[in-house]
Nanobody, 113 residues
Framework: QVQLVESGGGLVQAGGSLRLSCAAS????????MGWYRQAPGKQRDLVAT?????KYADSVKGRFTISRDNAKNTVYLQMNNLKPEDTAVYYC?????????WGQGTQVTVSS
């Protein structure tokens, strides 16, 4: 079985920073993509950033968020700087592992104004 475990969410003031982590564990033979989505209350789940053959960011986070991976640890990170109230959401890690998509449990990020 494969699991994704997230950490690093919390409450921060506007302009502050947070770093999310997501570690994959279990029977892992290959990881093609790791990334992050987020879902605000009453809204759909949207892509934030991905790291695979290329790195992609949502336009709303470009220049503020940075995705990185530690392949030796099967871990993906999301460094979030200059956070804004509109970044408030549940952040979900996802990964394509062994040709299947997996999701983390989600971690709450709340940005106060």
């Amino acid at each position: 079985q494969v699991q994704l475990v997230e950490s690093g969410g919390g409450l921060v003031q506007a302009g502050g920073s947070l770093r999310l982590s997501c570690a994959a564990s279990g029977s892992i033979f290959s990881i093609n993509v790791m990334g992050w989505y987020r879902q605000a209350p009453g809204k759909q789940r949207d892509l934030v950033a991905t790291s695979g053959s290329s790195t992609k960011y949502a336009d709303s986070v470009k220049g503020r968020f940075t995705i990185s991976r530690d392949n030796a640890k099967n871990t993906v990170y999301l460094q979030m700087n200059n956070l804004k109230p509109e970044d408030t959401a549940v952040y979900y890690c996802y990964a394509i592992i062994n040709a299947r998509r997996y999701w983390g449990q989600g971690t709450q990020v709340t940005v106060s104004s």
